[in-house]
């Protein structure tokens, strides 16, 4: 009987692959990085080719270095970067264009305009999302009517669109399967969130062909069995999809109502699990698909923050202030505060509660006793407190505070971001011991599909805490913070 499960997180900045066990050791971890592609400012493109390379090759050497064999892995699941927009061809399986990716704002004229005709109304009653470049269907849109030739192909039935898990799918199981799966599909504003299936109305609204559009199936169920691929044998079932922020969701068994998790990486991510009806927010957060399971689906609140670790990255490669991300906690350690200097890291717009896509990065409070320790403080800062603003909308809708907040995503190493968090919040701040918690989404999901695991509650046993974070702010410094902050967010 095979005994293992991979799971692939394909991410904004690289691809990781973990093979895991019943018990969920981790066998084998892999990651590689891949570049993003900047035409223009403000543009973000990814090369498709790039991205599945870096998929096969860690793929490749995650089973090496697990010593598993292809014949003994039981499912793949796969986890993804949302709401980047994919375009191939379905005969050739070669792109047509660049990904395009979800930190793009190049279509945010389009989007001013379809708020300025009065259109965000029906279409956030409809898709519980506000009309931002954000999402896909102006992305789709775009390609569509910018690139030669692209919108008669698309017409004809011979291209094909997906978020990046429909391409990784396409290309896993030899062009056999095109499929998607709710909380993705429910990122591009062309699902409608009551009938988990494509909306016409919305389709007509950002002129796109349904020729384009995969099937909506279930986050658990096979897909199709791998074909052609170097590193796996044919046959192997093609079971869990789920967009990134609802798979580490479920990898946090975050299973009942009120249980919330936010997860650090790129950007940073919280979702609440509201259960089996949609919540709508009136404070600016998305309401989105958690996963649809046989015989369940669940909803959730979500709200997003554009910049976590990225604001790390531009430190590391736009400043040259750190050579490796890892050196940020340690410089930044080594001053007390931040000496009054305040980064609100909206290096790609604001996203929830503000949406304001015209929003840029902001440093205040510089004097000449600034020095680049400080500036490190106040970007872990700024990741903390834009999670703030985030969690306070949250408990706001629903009436009650988060008894504790679940973290996951590579920068929860960070043991002074997480405390900062713990501090801003005033509530403990919980990491699990497997921070990989999307890709342990991705791996439940496809486990689930074939057997693998039973139930989700076999899942909740093997949830485990690395370390609980406990509050040390006096109430009074939290409140100078933040009025600090939210004055610096005005200027941004």
């Not at 009806?277 to 669940?298: I, M, N």
């Not at 403080?377 to 949250?394: F, K, P, S, V």
């Not at 995503?409 to 900062?420: K, R």
Request: glycine residues 10%; proline residues 5%.
């Amino acid at each position: 009987m095979a005994s293992y499960v991979v799971a692939i997180d394909q991410g904004t900045t690289g691809t990781t692959v973990l093979v895991l066990d019943r018990r969920l050791s981790v066998k084998a971890k892999v990651n590689a990085e891949y570049p993003q592609h900047f035409p223009r400012p403000g543009w973000v493109e990814h090369d498709l080719e790039e991205i599945w390379e870096s998929t096969t090759s860690t793929l490749r050497r995650a089973l090496a270095r697990a010593g598993v064999r292809g014949k003994d892995v039981a499912a793949v699941g796969i986890t993804n970067q949302r709401e980047t927009v994919a375009l191939w061809d379905r005969r050739t399986g070669r792109p047509v264009h660049r990904a395009i990716v979800w930190q793009d704002r190049r279509t945010s004229e389009r989007c001013a305009r379809l708020k300025a005709d009065g259109q965000e109304g029906w279409v956030r009653e409809r898709t519980g999302l506000v009309l931002d470049p954000y999402f896909s269907g102006t992305k789709i849109e775009w390609l569509l009517d910018n690139v030669k030739g692209v919108r008669a192909r698309a017409e004809r039935g011979d291209l094909a669109f997906g978020t990046v898990d429909t391409f990784l799918a396409s290309r896993l199981t030899g062009g056999a399967a095109h499929v998607t799966d709710p909380s993705n599909a429910s990122r591009t504003l062309l699902m409608n969130l009551r009938t988990l299936q494509w909306d016409r109305e919305l389709m007509d609204l950002f002129h796109v062909p349904a020729a384009l559009l995969p099937e909506i199936h279930r986050s658990s169920e096979v897909y199709g069995t791998t074909r052609g691929l170097k590193a796996l044998p044919d046959g192997v079932p093609v079971s869990g999809i789920a967009g990134d922020q609802q798979a580490a969701l479920f990898g946090q068994a975050c299973f009942a109502p009120g249980e919330a998790k936010c997860t650090y990486g790129t950007g940073a991510f919280v979702l609440e699990n509201t259960g089996p009806e949609p919540v709508f927010s009136s404070r600016g957060l998305l309401t989105t698909v958690a996963w649809s399971l046989p015989g369940e689906v669940a909803y959730a609140l979500e709200g997003s923050s554009f910049i976590a670790g990225a604001a790390v990255q531009w430190l590391r490669d736009g400043l040259g202030v750190i050579r490796t991300a890892s050196e940020v906690e340690a410089l930044a350690r080594s001053v007390k505060d931040t000496g009054g200097v305040v980064f609100v890291p909206a290096l790609t717009g604001l996203g929830a509660p503000h949406w304001r896509p015209d929003a840029r990065g902001l440093v205040t409070g510089i004097d000449r006793g600034t020095t680049s320790a400080h500036l490190a403080r106040a970007t872990l800062e700024g990741i903390a407190l834009q999670i703030h603003d985030l969690a306070g909308a949250m408990q706001a809708e629903s009436g009650k505070p988060f008894p504790v907040f679940k973290v996951d995503g590579g920068a929860t190493a960070n043991d002074l971001l997480m405390q900062m968090q713990a501090d801003l919040l005033g509530v403990p701040v919980e990491r699990p011991r497997m921070v990989e918690t999307t890709a342990l989404g991705a791996a439940f999901l496809a486990g689930l599909a074939v057997g693998f695991w039973k139930s989700k509650e076999e899942i909740r046993k093997a949830w485990r805490r690395d370390r609980r974070f406990v509050p040390r702010m006096a109430p009074s410094e939290r409140e100078r913070l933040l009025t600090r902050w939210h004055r610096a967010v005005a200027m941004a």
